[in-house]
């Protein structure tokens, strides 16, 4: 135990010891008022000796200075009691031998006992709630320089977050509310923080707030199993709210933070999927690729300038770009310009219903490997435009086979869908039926 660990236990068990010494009077005089003027001094002081040591002795044996008082628990405050109990059962085997417990009432005892467990768990709870922030959240004055943040999740990650923010810690964040699919915790609270209702209930409670002048700015995932459809909605409906959505950092990065800051991280892949992110075999697509003639269609697409930018970092012999979009083709085309230079490449515009384009593209650029990303994938849109989705997501895929098939194209790799497995909209069955 080093210096400082002993000055501590020395101070917790000589303020132990005075309470203890001070409650013995003390209980006394509960117990007989105005008499205990008339009492013995001698009995009491005598009493008052053996209490105190007795004491001094369990406090030893039990060792309730290794307990952080920053951190009381009820398992603590159960750990004193326990212990008061064996004082007052101590002296009263001592007093029974010594003085046959003649010179005191011996209902006193019950007054000590209760006295004591309170003098001595009060300063603990009092110390743990300065420290948590609580009592200090009554006179926070900043609370107008911290982000509101509504939590969704009522369990343990809420409790840890709303600790690890309590207006005591230097965070920048405030939880103003809390939202769960648990309709069991709408109504209660959590560190005084109340749970408003479900996720089904997000709008009416960002109204409500708002109305009290206490709008979040941002919305903290306190859970870490929410299925990946939930999440979806979540961020569909926090994004006409406009509030970020984010997840609460894992239990190691808030005790790496300590008391610093909080950081919060946004929602990731895996979050949206409901499942673990493949990863990707980078020398196996490196030997794929590398000094080869590759051609991507819907290569100005979300997908596709995504999959021609991992292409162009594995080093191709030469990339065709084929888009019918000029701007996404121009802007994948210069960010490439930028990116890789040395890279020989080609933009070309071109639809994939267009068979003779498309004909005369393979055939003029040749390529080794055609990854086909050319799709049409917004969902609502494809309800509208039943014929476009046929259009371009199956047929135009049948054309581009039977044109890489013309060209002697090696490799043809078709960018589908996990939701063609099951598909249950237009876009989903385009998909697998252009997989078929």
Same mark, same amino acid.
Request: glycine share 6%; charged share 20%; hydrophobic share 50%.
């Given at each position: 135990?080093?210096?400082?660990?002993?000055?501590?236990?020395?101070?917790?068990?000589?303020?132990?010891?005075?309470?203890?010494?001070?409650?013995?009077?003390?209980?006394?005089?509960?117990?007989?008022?105005?008499?205990?003027?008339?009492?013995?001094?001698?009995?009491?002081?005598?009493?008052?000796?053996?209490?105190?040591?007795?004491?001094?002795?369990?406090?030893?044996?039990?060792?309730?200075?290794?307990?952080?008082?920053?951190?009381?628990?009820?398992?603590?405050?159960?750990?004193?009691?326990?212990?008061?109990?064996?004082?007052?059962?101590?002296?009263?085997?001592?007093?029974?031998?010594?003085?046959?417990?003649?010179?005191?009432?011996?209902?006193?005892?019950?007054?000590?006992?209760?006295?004591?467990?309170?003098?001595?768990?009060?300063?603990?709870?009092?110390?743990?709630?300065?420290?948590?922030?609580?009592?200090?959240?009554?006179?926070?004055?900043?609370?107008?320089?911290?982000?509101?943040?509504?939590?969704?999740?009522?369990?343990?990650?809420?409790?840890?977050?709303?600790?690890?923010?309590?207006?005591?810690?230097?965070?920048?964040?405030?939880?103003?509310?809390?939202? /769960? /699919?648990?309709?069991?915790?709408?109504?209660?609270?959590?560190?005084?923080?109340?749970?408003?209702?479900?996720?089904?209930?997000?709008?009416?409670?960002?109204?409500?707030?708002?109305?009290?002048?206490?709008?979040?700015?941002?919305?903290?995932?306190?859970?870490?199993?929410?299925?990946?459809?939930?999440?979806?909605?979540?961020?569909?409906?926090?994004?006409?709210?406009?509030?970020?959505?984010?997840?609460?950092?894992?239990?190691?990065?808030?005790?790496?933070?300590?008391?610093?800051?909080?950081?919060?991280?946004?929602?990731?892949?895996?979050?949206?999927?409901?499942?673990?992110?493949?990863?990707?075999?980078?020398?196996?697509?490196?030997?794929?690729?590398?000094?080869?003639?590759?051609?991507?269609?819907?290569?100005?697409?979300?997908?596709?300038?995504?999959?021609?930018?991992?292409?162009? /970092?594995?080093?191709?012999?030469?990339?065709?770009?084929?888009?019918?979009?000029?701007?996404?083709?121009?802007?994948?085309?210069?960010?490439?310009?930028?990116?890789?230079?040395?890279?020989?490449?080609?933009?070309?515009?071109?639809?994939?219903?267009?068979?003779?384009?498309?004909?005369?593209?393979?055939?003029?650029?040749?390529?080794?490997?055609?990854?086909?990303?050319?799709?049409?994938?917004?969902?609502?849109?494809?309800?509208?435009?039943?014929?476009?989705?046929?259009?371009?997501?199956?047929?135009?895929?049948?054309?581009?086979?039977?044109?890489?098939?013309?060209?002697?194209?090696?490799?043809?790799?078709?960018?589908?869908?996990?939701?063609?497995?099951?598909?249950?909209?237009?876009?989903?069955?385009?998909?697998?039926?252009?997989?078929?």
């Amino acid at each position: 135990m080093n210096a400082r660990a002993l000055r501590r236990s020395l101070l917790i068990f000589t303020h132990d010891t005075v309470l203890a010494a001070l409650s013995f009077p003390l209980a006394l005089y509960l117990r007989l008022g105005e008499q205990i003027v008339w009492w013995p001094i001698q009995a009491i002081q005598h009493g008052t000796a053996i209490f105190t040591l007795t004491a001094l002795a369990v406090f030893l044996v039990m060792r309730l200075d290794t307990a952080v008082w920053r951190y009381t628990s009820i398992g603590d405050l159960a750990r004193i009691v326990r212990a008061v109990v064996i004082i007052v059962a101590g002296y009263l085997a001592i007093q029974f031998i010594v003085t046959r417990l003649d010179d005191l009432p011996r209902s006193f005892l019950v007054i000590e006992a209760a006295l004591l467990s309170i003098m001595l768990c009060a300063p603990r709870v009092v110390y743990r709630l300065f420290k948590d922030g609580t009592v200090a959240a009554l006179f926070e004055r900043n609370a107008q320089d911290r982000v509101p943040v509504l939590l969704v999740g009522a369990g343990d990650g809420a409790d840890l977050f709303i600790r690890e923010t309590a207006p005591g810690h230097e965070v920048p964040y405030r939880v103003v509310g809390i939202v /769960d /699919d648990r309709d069991s915790r709408t109504g209660r609270r959590i560190r005084g923080i109340p749970v408003f209702g479900g996720l089904q209930d997000l709008e009416t409670v960002v109204t409500r707030l708002t109305g009290q002048g206490l709008r979040p700015q941002r919305i903290v995932l306190t859970r870490r199993q929410i299925d990946g459809a939930t999440i979806r909605d979540l961020l569909d409906t926090a994004d006409v709210l406009g509030i970020p959505v984010s997840r609460m950092p894992t239990l190691s990065a808030l005790e790496a933070a300590g008391d610093a800051q909080v950081q919060l991280r946004a929602i990731n892949v895996e979050d949206v999927l409901g499942r673990p992110q493949a990863t990707l075999d980078r020398p196996a697509m490196q030997r794929l690729i590398e000094g080869r003639r590759v051609l991507v269609t819907g290569a100005g697409g979300t997908i596709g300038s995504e999959l021609v930018r991992q292409i162009a /970092d594995i080093g191709p012999a030469h990339i065709t770009l084929v888009e019918q979009s000029e701007y996404a083709l121009y802007r994948i085309d210069l960010e490439l310009a930028e990116r890789v230079p040395d890279l020989p490449r080609a933009a070309l515009i071109g639809n994939v219903r267009d068979r003779a384009r498309v004909g005369e593209i393979l055939s003029d650029s040749q390529p080794d490997i055609l990854f086909h990303a050319a799709a049409l994938k917004h969902v609502p849109l494809m309800e509208a435009n039943v014929c476009d989705a046929v259009l371009t997501n199956a047929v135009g895929t049948r054309i581009v086979a039977d044109a890489a098939r013309a060209a002697k194209v090696g490799t043809v790799v078709l960018i589908s869908t996990d939701k063609a497995v099951n598909p249950t909209n237009v876009m989903r069955a385009t998909k697998r039926l252009a997989e078929a």
